[in-house]
């Protein structure tokens, strides 16, 4: 290959002897078909022996099996060209689909290069080898992937468990007896490890064959070495105890037995020091080839070609050992004296007791000490013990991730009030931080401005970029035109506008700073009268911004007049004025020498704004003149007439009321020529014209002077708000220093898009869902604000309001009346460009690809703007018009048109649309097309977007017609046609693994740069926070702070905007947002096991597309797709950051059912990732402390899950044992009924189950960044809104997903949908998603609890039994309701009335051929049934299953009717009942078709069993000791077994149809589903009578949008008209 390679330049080969083999040369596509199709082939069909998922991983080669070949030197034997005939290339025998045919191995001369010579492929070809297998690695499905990935942990937890327990037991002493007792945990330590290394063989199975022999001999090594070491320790430690029973003084056993553990727990502790300490590990780093490290190497730690070298700095590794050791010290305080110290003497007395009277046929634990009972006891005590290290984790990452926020300065401006104090420190800090470095151009522009300070030249850089800012806010509706005239800020350019004055030195502020202050400053000098000139000044300066509102309106207003007056006489009148206003306050006697009473200075204000107010008018008379060309003497003579008289007026004011002192009046007015103009009325009769720049300077004074409201909340919207804080409050945080434009690193944007929404079209915004709310009626009631704002953008002018009152009629033509013969306009008709206004607008507030698009094309525009304002010949009037030519590619402004070439370069947005060429082309139908289209309006709007799609091609070759593939790059041409750029053959179909990496692995090779930003489709970008990026790409170069390896991948924070409307969106929102900032904060530092999970994040593209790609695609495994990006960086020594002074925007799912999914999918793609060689090698190669962070952060975190929920199942089975058995009476006569431990664990795993370990991160985040008080309002308000149930049913949620897919697998992706959720979702669908994860599960913790309540001795009808069971009934019915309690209008009675319709249907409908699951009740129990597969999987359903035994065996002996009898032949008694319960539904569930002829015989038969059943019950009831309590107890107890059993028979469905019980099976499964609809659905009815529950429901679900002020229940109750009928 090498040597091909050469020979592409060179004819070396031929020269020098090489037989000429060339594939390379032969044509364009030679490489493709001998190199890439051979292996594109085999991996094909391997993707189809996957069987989407359904086949197990270990029969067949996934991506990464295919890689990791190529790590081994066996991988030189495929040849080159490659030899055919090899294992790699032999394709598998079958598939698991039976109804697909079967892969027949190739062919000799198949197996031959398409490019060789015939006379090369007539030799008879070489023996084919058998199929290589998997390398390296083999996923079994299996749970000890979890141990065998992290046994440290596992035997660190069991090792410390053992010696606690052991030394609570030996009441807390340490002698020579205790400690030969705790030095158990050795035996224990080296068994575990023995169990590892046999994990290590059996696991391995599938991938010998492809497995180097070194690899194969550690295994085996070590599996030979652990057994005959746990041997030898067990031995020892055992004739240890019987030396010590032997009571000899003899200790030689004992000696023996330390001295090897000293030995061996030595060299551990050595080896572990070698291998993990940085320091030593980069010396045996060094001097990895001398032999005995070598050795110790490979023995300790498996050797990949990926995973070497990863430790950290010493620092850092300080940092998660101190963080670890914090935690463990909290863990194991608490388990010791809270759990395991308190069971010693409860453990004791039970073993003591001999004499409980069981009530049942006891088997085992009578005899043994009473051990089934110190089970129920003591198990959920461990479970809780195991579990609760996630807890500590969560407290303490809180904490510490709070101070690292405000170490970084986060939260130091949360409000506007912070921003408004803040707000003059904005210009250094943005000079600081977003400017770059030139200290030539910084020295030129102080040349130029001689009289400039350096605070105005930061403010005349910060200005354009604020404006900017403002100015996308107001194009994105969030303000209006009144806030963005206050937000915006002066460009502060220092030309005078006369040559007597100075330029304007001080800084001009946003007017909304300086709104009010110049009248509050009148108050305060009225009000503090007494006091002297230096106290008032004193005064007012407290307030900056009125310092500088007095300031300016005092400079500009002298400025303007000396202007208009630079003509005229009255200018020396002006000069003389100020003049003696400066010397007043020179000596300070302002107030002895001006009148400073609050009514003068409030006349003084009002004749300057009269003036500015008739300087304004009259401009804009003389604007439009001058445009016409129509300006003449005439009109310049009435322009000077109307100044002439307000300034007549101001003069009079001046001179009359508000000069004091005669002497200065006489002065100012004592000029002769000032006087003899005055009299002959010459006096401002020569006035200037007015300039641009004096029209901005009086425009300016008149809002400073006019301006009387308060601007303390501008901007109202509370989105442009948090907006603006972020950016100012970045402005103070640490970052890189900003690289010119011209030397920042070039990157590129890429987003993944399938076929969701780009723009709304208007058929989708006027469709009106069944309460007849449409899209646009939706959101203009969310965004009420946002809406006047885009109604106010559209139709600016008063002439407007026709066209504006046809567009609301045209979208909301029920809010007006219509003539008789008028017909309202659908949205399609109207004009275009308001059409596609409407759309945008929309669309920006959706989760759709145009609010993408537009998002990321900032980064354009600030790359635009900020290369303009680095060029030495680009003016401050060009940087601040720059703004309109961003979109215009014909613009010949020079200054932009070199800052658009140098965005161009540096930035690049790939839109992978992967099936754009489809819809384009019409295959998709018109809504494909028009999905097309709106893609293509995009490329034309944002001229560097491109597009990336797969396309399909049909070529005839050799007669057949095949079909061709190929990536193509497109973009939008000058004339606004699609262009192709790149198109790249492809060797087939590209989607053979999970669709969204393969969808990005297709195109990731168009992008280019030195970084690469992947974005997903519901994501948006700021403007504001565009501008840091260069920043951000800064930090791939600061390795000093992130250890000794630079950064590969860049966390960026994210905001989630989806939380503003309903509850459940707020919590999403909040969960979310804690875990994007705070977790990963803690994450990157101090833990050092940050990964990649999702967008924003930006990659380092060299290192990654050479290592792999930003994305696996292997199908199942690599479900959730984001983080193995995280793993393969960190095994390849990649470094992943986190960063918070830069933010995208990112949508969430906002109604339960879309909650639900996403949690569903992630929790499934946790329990495919415990099967992953990536978590298996990362759990390996971590040192101990790393490990332990990276468990908890990843699949540990949804294992504790799982624990927490297997808790309340193993408390509660252990509690109903102990009633049920006759122990609990026992017990309490014992006086053993309190247990503290056991209600401290139950205390524990509330409280996680609730979700208040969840909100702890909350809290902490809400206290960082928007103070103490609103955190605790929003935890209490949380809490008032029921976050304990979502939260405890999202906890239900992940544990039912991530464990069906560790027992079955079945894990697919879910499309959640990204819509907005305002609907009543109807009670059949609720009951079809949640059924078998949340209902079943409830109902079982129901009967449980009932049962224990009926029959448990100690807790039963006191407040004890409340205090014990409250978690678990908090918990089911949670399960139960949550769905309905957070449905909109989940308590309507007429919707309740069509919810039980609609449910009675979808339940009885037997469905037929192509029916869906939401039609058909049958079709849905069978998707239900479709994850059990696999053997293994029927047989743990089975072993699962005979749980739901345990109540009727118990309930049966506690029957009155059974009185004492203890025998087996009551148990086997309540089985005939059970199978008489069968029979007669068979026969009241006897089909009526087949028995058409007798259905007289039929209903006689089935009355006269009905009868005898009832006589039967009544004569025992009588005749018998059998009572009315025990029918029903009776029938409790079977409940759970019919359950049982069906579960059973579901698992083993084939025998069940071969036996032909199936149909009676479905019967019985239809009727349980009614019984369990029937007890969910009765409380929803009830509730439904009363109408306040619903009113009361509505301000829960919504309160985020009834706090917001908005009126959600015109949403609920429908824009129907007939809604009230």
């Not at 070529?955 to 095949?962: N, Q, R, S």
Request: proline share 3%; net charge positive; charged share 20%.
């Amino acid at each position: 290959m090498a040597y091909e390679i050469c020979a592409e330049g060179t004819d070396s080969l031929s020269k020098n002897g090489f037989r000429q083999k060339s594939i390379i040369l032969r044509d364009s596509d030679s490489f493709l078909d001998a190199i890439i199709k051979p292996i594109h082939e085999i991996v094909a069909a391997e993707a189809k022996v996957c069987n989407h998922g359904k086949s197990p991983h270990s029969r067949w080669r996934n991506y990464d099996d295919f890689n990791e070949y190529f790590w081994a030197p066996f991988c030189f034997e495929l040849g080159w060209p490659w030899r055919l005939n090899s294992g790699f290339f032999v394709k598998p025998k079958q598939i698991t689909n039976k109804k697909t045919s079967k892969f027949k191995s190739r062919e000799a001369q198949d197996q031959v290069p398409l490019l060789l010579d015939r006379d090369q492929r007539s030799e008879p070809s070489q023996r084919r080898e058998r199929k290589a297998g998997k390398s390296h690695f083999v996923e079994h499905r299996s749970g000890l992937h979890l141990y065998h990935s992290f046994h440290r942990l596992w035997i660190f937890l069991v090792c410390m468990l053992q010696g606690l327990a052991i030394f609570a037991f030996c009441d807390a002493k340490l002698n020579s007896v205790s400690i030969k007792y705790i030095l158990s945990v050795g035996p224990t330590f080296v068994a575990m490890k023995f169990l590892q290394s046999v994990l290590d063989v059996i696991l391995m199975i599938g991938a010998y064959r492809s497995t180097r022999a070194r690899t194969l001999s550690r295994i085996w090594l070590r599996l030979i070495w652990f057994a005959s070491l746990s041997a030898a320790i067990i031995i020892l430690f055992v004739k240890t105890i019987q030396e010590q029973d032997s009571g000899s003084n003899s200790s030689t056993w004992f000696r023996l037995y330390c001295i090897l553990l000293i030995i061996y727990g030595g060299s551990q502790l050595f080896v572990a020091l070698l291998l993990n300490m940085p320091w030593l590990r980069r010396l045996t780093e060094k001097y990895f080839n001398f032999g005995p490290l070598s050795f110790l190497n490979w023995v300790h730690q498996e050797r990949y070609y990926v995973g070497r070298g990863m430790y950290e700095s010493t620092g850092d590794y300080l940092s998660y050992i101190l963080f670890w050791l914090l935690v463990l010290a909290c863990k194991f305080s608490f388990s010791y004296f809270l759990q395991i110290n308190t069971m010693v003497k409860p453990t004791r007395a039970i073993i003591d007791i001999k004499n409980i009277d069981y009530r049942w046929r006891d088997i085992f634990s009578k005899s043994h000490h009473n051990a089934l009972t110190l089970v129920s006891l003591w198990a959920p005590v461990v479970m809780i013990y195991f579990l609760d290290l996630q807890i500590w984790y969560t407290v303490i990452s809180a904490l510490v991730g709070g101070l690292n926020g405000a170490r970084i300065g986060l939260g130091e401006i949360r409000s506007l009030h912070m921003l408004r104090t803040h707000f003059s420190s904005l210009p250094s800090a943005f000079t600081k931080r977003l400017q770059p470095n030139q200290p030539h151009q910084e020295f030129m522009a102080m040349r130029e401005s001689a009289d400039m300070r350096k605070p105005k030249l930061d403010a005349r850089r910060f200005a354009p970029i604020w404006n900017e800012v403002i100015i996308s806010l107001r194009e994105e509706d969030l303000i209006s035109n009144k806030e963005r005239d206050l937000l915006v800020m002066p460009l502060n350019i220092s030309t005078p506008l006369t040559t007597s004055s100075q330029p304007l030195t001080l800084i001009q502020w946003p007017l909304f700073l300086l709104a009010n202050k110049v009248y509050v400053a009148c108050d305060m000098a009225e009000v503090h009268k007494q006091a002297n000139q230096d106290d008032l000044c004193e005064k007012i300066g407290k307030d900056p911004y009125m310092m500088f509102a007095v300031q300016e309106a005092f400079y500009v207003l002298r400025i303007i007049l000396e202007y208009l007056l630079m003509n005229d006489q009255g200018a020396l009148w002006v000069t003389k004025v100020y003049e003696g206003l400066e010397q007043a306050m020179h000596v300070r006697q302002l107030r002895n020498k001006f009148n400073l009473r609050k009514s003068q200075l409030r006349k003084l204000l009002d004749k300057a704004a009269g003036l500015t107010t008739v300087v304004i008018r009259e401009s804009k008379k003389i604007d439009d003149l001058v445009k016409e060309g129509a300006l003449d003497d005439k009109m310049k003579k009435e322009y000077t007439e109307s100044l002439r008289k307000e300034l007549l007026d101001f003069y009079d004011v001046v001179m009359r009321d508000f000069i004091a002192d005669s002497e200065l009046r006489n002065d100012a007015e004592g000029n002769y020529e000032l006087q003899t103009a005055k009299q002959s009325g010459r006096l401002f009769s020569d006035l200037a014209l007015p300039t641009e720049e004096s029209k901005a300077l009086v425009e300016r004074l008149h809002s400073i002077l006019t301006f009387k409201e308060s601007a303390l909340n501008v901007p109202e919207n509370l989105e442009a708000r948090r907006r603006l804080e972020f950016f100012s409050n970045s402005l103070f945080m640490r970052m890189p220093n900003a690289p010119s434009v011209r030397k920042m690193l070039s990157f590129s944007v890429f987003t993944p898009y399938y076929s969701e929404d780009v723009i709304y079209s208007p058929q989708q915004l006027a469709k009106e869902n069944d309460d007849g709310i449409s899209m646009m009626y939706y959101l203009r009631t969310i965004v009420p604000d946002e809406w006047n704002n885009f109604l106010e953008r559209v139709y600016p002018k008063k002439e407007d309001r026709e066209a504006k009152k046809a567009l609301l009629k045209t979208i909301f033509p029920k809010e007006f009346k219509f003539k008789e013969n008028e017909q309202p306009r659908k949205p399609e008709d109207l004009n275009e460009d308001v059409k596609l206004k409407l759309r945008l607008w929309a669309s920006y507030r959706g989760q759709t690809l145009a609010r993408t698009v537009r998002g990321m094309m900032y980064y354009k525009r600030a790359l635009v703007l900020q290369s303009q304002q680095e060029g030495a010949t680009v003016s401050a009037e060009d940087l601040e018009q720059g703004r309109q030519y961003l979109t215009s590619a014909a613009s010949q402004v020079p200054g932009v048109l070199n800052a658009r070439a140098q965005a161009e370069l540096k930035f690049l947005y790939v839109v992978s649309a992967q099936i754009y060429g489809e819809q384009n082309q019409g295959d998709k139908g018109a809504e494909g097309r028009q999905k097309a289209a709106d893609i293509s309006y995009l490329m034309k709007t944002f001229d560097s977007l491109r597009i990336s799609y797969i396309h399909k091609a049909k070529v005839k070759t050799e007669g057949k017609e095949v079909t061709e593939y190929y990536s193509k790059l497109m973009k939008a041409d000058p004339s606004g046609n699609d262009q192709e750029i790149y198109s790249i053959k492809l060797p087939g179909e590209v989607i053979l693994g999970e669709g969204k990496p393969e969808n990005q692995n297709h195109a990731i090779i168009f992008t280019r740069g030195e970084a690469l930003q992947t974005i997903d489709m519901n994501q948006e970008h700021y403007l504001e926070e565009t501008f840091k990026m260069r920043n951000l790409l800064e930090e791939f170069n600061e390795s000093r702070r992130y250890g000794h390896r630079n950064p590969t991948i860049l966390g960026v924070r994210e905001h989630v905007f989806t939380g503003s409307v309903s509850s459940l969106a707020w919590f999403m929102s909040l969960q979310e947002r804690s875990f994007v900032t705070l977790g990963q904060r803690v994450l990157a530092n101090p833990l050092k096991v940050r990964m990649h999970y999702g967008h924003p994040d930006v990659f380092d593209r060299i290192f990654h597309i050479t290592r792999g790609g930003i994305s696996k695609a292997s199908k199942q495994i690599n479900l959730s797709e984001d983080i193995f990006a995280g793993f393969n960086s960190t095994l390849r020594l990649g470094n992943v950051t986190h960063h918070e002074y830069i933010q995208c925007g990112k949508g969430r799912d906002v109604g339960l059912n879309q909650i639900a999914a996403f949690e569903g999918k992630v929790a499934s793609g946790n329990g495919e990732q415990t099967l992953s060689r990536d978590i298996y090698r990362l759990g390996q190669l971590f040192d101990f402390f790393r490990m332990l962070s990276f468990f908890f952060t990843t699949v540990g975190y949804y294992f504790t899950t799982m624990l927490t929920v297997l808790t309340v199942y193993v408390f509660l089975y252990g509690k109903v044992y102990l009633a049920l058995s006759g122990v609990d009476q026992n017990l309490k006569d014992q006086g053993l009924s309190t247990n503290v431990a056991l209600q401290s664990a139950l205390d524990t795993q509330f409280l996680l189950q609730i979700g208040v370990f969840t909100a702890v991160p909350m809290i902490m985040n809400f206290v960082l960044e928007e103070g103490i008080l609103k955190a605790i309002i929003s935890f209490l308000t949380m809490q008032l809104q029921l976050s304990s149930v979502f939260f405890t049913f999202s906890l239900g949620t992940r544990t039912h997903y991530f464990g069906r897919t560790i027992l079955h697998g079945g894990a697919k992706y879910a499309s959640t949908g990204r819509g907005f959720v305002v609907a009543h979702i109807p009670f059949a669908e609720n009951y079809r998603m949640y059924s078998r994860s949340h209902f079943v599960k409830a109902l079982e913790i129901m009967l449980l609890l009932i049962v224990y309540l009926a029959y448990g001795a100690s807790e039963r009808t006191t407040l004890t039994y409340v205090l014990l069971t409250f978690s678990s009934w908090f918990l089911a019915i949670s399960w139960l309701w949550a769905p309905y309690i957070f449905n909109p209008s989940g308590f309507e009675w007429q919707k309740t009335v069509a919810d039980f319709d609609d449910w009675t249907n979808w339940l009885f409908h037997k469905g037929g051929i192509g029916d869906e699951g939401k039609k058909s009740w049958e079709v849905w129990w069978l998707e239900e049934q479709a994850h059990i597969q696999t053997p293994r999987g029927r047989f743990w359903e089975i072993v699962l299953s005979l749980r739901f035994f345990l109540v009727q065996y118990g309930v049966i002996y506690a029957l009155n009717v059974v009185g004492h009898d203890k025998g087996f032949r009551v148990y086997g008694f309540s089985w005939c009942v059970l199978v008489g319960i069968v029979l007669t539904f068979k026969v009241f569930s006897m089909n009526q078709k087949s028995w058409a002829n007798f259905q007289l015989f039929l209903r006689l038969f089935q009355m006269t069993v009905f009868l005898a059943i009832i006589g039967g019950v009544i004569v025992a009831v009588a005749m018998t000791a059998l009572t009315i309590g025990d029918v029903f107890a009776c029938a409790l107890s079977l409940i759970p077994t019919g359950w049982g059993l069906i579960s059973i028979a579901i698992a083993i469905r084939p025998v069940m149809k071969r036996l032909g019980l199936w149909k009676s099976i479905r019967a019985i499964a239809r009727l349980y589903e009614a019984f369990m609809g029937a007890i969910v659905f009765i409380p929803i009815a009830i509730l439904s009578w009363f109408p306040f529950v619903s009113t009361f429901q509505t301000r829960l679900v919504f309160n985020q949008a009834f706090s917001r002020g908005l009126e959600i229940s015109t949403l609920l109750a429908g824009n129907n008209p007939n809604s009230n009928m």
